[in-house]
């Protein structure tokens, strides 16, 4: 069915086994949202129960999972279901532990859901393993549980990694900086506006190039500021790789990581300032 190769390669054994699987994988979805509806939508008024239904059935049928599962082969229904399932799970004192094992192998199957991980970290530590009227009070067994289950799952995701010396390259392969701050692409984030920045700061001899009579020098002599020749066309030449700035200051994976754990604290320590009043 398979034949490792970089280029040219097709096969319609490949095909199916792939559209079969995003179909019955995508049944997860269907249970998740189902569980969802009989556990919240049934107490609720009848404006409400239709509204969860039309919630239920845009996800399921949502065009983006559709043609992004079934024409490019991801399983991110799938995924999506399971995300749904440990929401579910963590609104019950009973079932919140099976809901951060579910996170946790959702977080092995796809790591984009990483920057979920500190308010599932949050929400754990404060409904299952601190007490209920004071933080001072830890439940070391539930710690324990927690630990272990977490270890056990780790362990069975990475452990064949480590054992054959390829955590480095798991590493490089799940965290890609080489392929640059904007992934050959401008992403619709905040990147992409300092980007486009750069890009207005050195914006003078395009518009001459294009003939536009906007601007005839480029902005950033004129506001003092040195426009680095060599990285001009590094955003916009379309290929993979590190991403250089004319203009503004290089962004490093380090800053970029620091920023995001940054915001990320805040966020989690405003959200149990609310809850503690």
């Known amino acids: 069915m398979l034949e490792v190769k970089n280029l040219g390669y097709e096969s319609w054994q490949t095909v199916y086994f792939q559209r079969a699987t995003v179909i019955v994988t995508e049944l997860v979805l269907v249970y998740a949202l189902n569980e969802s509806k009989v556990r ?3 107490t609720s008024l009848s404006p409400s129960r239709k509204t969860s239904h039309a919630a239920a059935l845009s996800i399921l049928l949502s065009p983006g999972l559709l043609i992004i599962d079934h024409i490019h082969f991801q399983y991110n229904g799938f995924l999506y ?3 749904i399932l440990s929401l ?4 019950k004192q009973s079932t919140i532990l099976l809901s951060g094992f579910l996170f946790t192998g959702l977080l092995c199957l796809k790591h984009i859901y990483l920057y979920l991980a500190p308010a599932y970290f949050v929400y754990l530590l ?7 009227k004071s933080l001072l009070q830890v439940n070391f067994g539930n710690c324990a549980k927690l630990a272990a289950g977490l270890a056990i799952i780790f362990g069975i995701s990475f452990g064949p990694f480590v054992c054959w010396g390829q955590l480095d ?3 490089g392969r799940l965290f890609p900086f080489s392929r640059g701050l904007c992934h050959a692409y401008w992403a619709p984030n905040v990147w992409a506006m300092y980007s486009f920045s750069d890009r207005m700061l050195i914006y003078g001899k395009s518009a001459s190039y294009m003939r536009i009579p906007l601007l005839t020098s480029s902005v950033a002599p004129m506001l003092g500021l040195k426009v680095n020749q060599d990285a001009v066309n590094s955003v916009t030449r379309g290929l993979v790789g590190d991403t250089s700035f004319a203009v503004l200051p290089g962004v490093s994976p380090r800053t970029t990581f620091v920023l995001t754990l940054s915001f990320q604290i805040v966020r989690q320590f405003c959200s149990n300032i609310r809850v503690l009043d």
Do not use: D, K, T
């Open 88 to 91: 579910v799970l963590a609104r």
């Open 169 to 171: 390259q798991l590493l």
């Open 81 to 83: 279901g399971i995300l």
């Open 40 to 42: 919240y939508v049934q």
């Open 126 to 132: 404060r409904a299952y393993c601190l007490g209920r």
